[in-house]
């Protein structure tokens, strides 16, 4: 979804020429076209789980969409003064959204400088919009602005802001080496290299007191280094020497921007759109420093790449990004680039944030984490690598990154353009609605799941005796064809990178609880200041 990071500046760098095709579309050889009925409907019990019927002629007879319960505000403005007037509610709209839930339902629109955005909270609705989907589901773009900048610089939008044939063609290419678990796995022993000498690395940046000063900054610039060794095969050493210190200082300073910007634009009145704003104007400078960041590398990347070929030197196991985006007939040269670079910044929204959360959780659970621990020792090799085996058994330590994003996701909404007319919870639901697929009220809500606020992991184990949890309810990487396409990638290294630092530490918090911040997606909403102790003999 980040991936509306990352574009190219037009004309940098010449491509090569692709030697085979690829039928990228035999990927999808199993997914049946699905056409959206316009009648699909649910009964109104919005309080019970499993209330959700169908019938085929309850669209006309379910209340218009203008009944849908919202807010009281002013006609088009809805509440963009509330936000203006009060930003603090920007940053902590998990409280609004539980709010809106508490006092509207299940089903609430909320109407922000002309946008009107429907929130569904109950995982039944959320059930119903993916059952409705066809073999194209529609996103609205999650960064606007920067789609915007994308197209006011002849780029193409790439994965996250296309939809239709468009998006079709490039997924199917894209997802068949990143979602695929044996290709995904491929990438493992690089990701191994850097999880290694970051390891070494921390273990210098460890203060007196046990913390490590700036490790929010420290974690992103593991994750930039993994995510260009995984995109171009290339070590950039952005936590190793004083150059790469201040490059990832900068990348990660711009991508921080972006969002804050994107987010500040969300919320404002549209004249962005009209205008170049003082707010889009900086945006568009900070995305323009990235991009050019990003085209150096993968022309240099390239230039490796063509030279191993004219050599006769390109082993199997380098270049695998590359060599498979360079040989499918359906990834133009500026798709490559859009893609190639997106999953160079989408980790410094993600991955590097989820990782962050999971430090903060295992070391304010000392019993969790002992277990975590022990799992954590028995899949590391005695070199200190997680094989692919090791990651299929891994089971507690999936359980705790389960655990981890119900309290700490990586984005409070999955967005949706609603495919068809849809009847959700006896309201008319026209297609083309922008949908906020809401699932964390809910899974933060005691009466759904016990002891809600609490640090469980065993909930998620099977045979637990936990009540059944609804699989809607907890779908961090979303679900169906449009599902996040670098899933693979966050949770090998994930796992891999808390394998490693609860074996050679125990981690531990000294501090009041950490909450979030949005900017679109959440980040920690403070220096994550755990405790490191090491764990010798
Ligand atoms: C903990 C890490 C991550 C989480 C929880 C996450 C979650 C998500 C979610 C919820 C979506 C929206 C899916 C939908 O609309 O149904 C998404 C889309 C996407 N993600 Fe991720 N993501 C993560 C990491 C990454 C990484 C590391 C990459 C890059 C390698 C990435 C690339 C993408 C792309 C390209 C899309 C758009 C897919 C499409 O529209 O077809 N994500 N992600
Ligand atoms: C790990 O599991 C995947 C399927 O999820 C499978 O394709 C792969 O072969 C397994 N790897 C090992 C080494 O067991």
Redesign the pocket.
Known sequence: MRNAILVLLKGCGAMLARSRLVYASQIFANHVPHHCSKSTAVNNEVNTQTSVSSSSDDYDSCLPFSKIPEPRGLPWFGRWLEYKLDYSKVHRRDLILKKLQAEYGDIVKETIAGRHIVHLFHPDYIKQVYDSEGKYPMVPPILESVEMYRRSNDLTPGLGNSNGEVWYKLRAAVQYILLR??KA?DFLPGQNKVAADFMNRLDGLIAENGEVPDLNRWIARWGLESAANNCFDIRMNYFETKEGLELSNRIINANSDVFDLATKLYFSLPIYRIFQTPSLKKLFDQEDFINEEACKNLDTALERYTKAVEDGTLAEDRFLFLTHMLQSEHVSDKDLRTIILSILTDTLSTTSQILLNNLYNLANNQKEQEKAADEARSLLTSSGELT??AF?SSIYLRACIKESFRLHPVGLDILRLSPCNLAIGGYQVPEGTYLCLNNYVHSLDPAIIPKAESYIPERWLRDSDWDKINPYLLTPFSLGTRMCVGRRFAEQELLLMLAKILTSYRLEWHYGKMHQRFRMLLIPDQEVKVKFIRRDG
């Open positions: 678990p044996k796995m692919s085996a299929n």
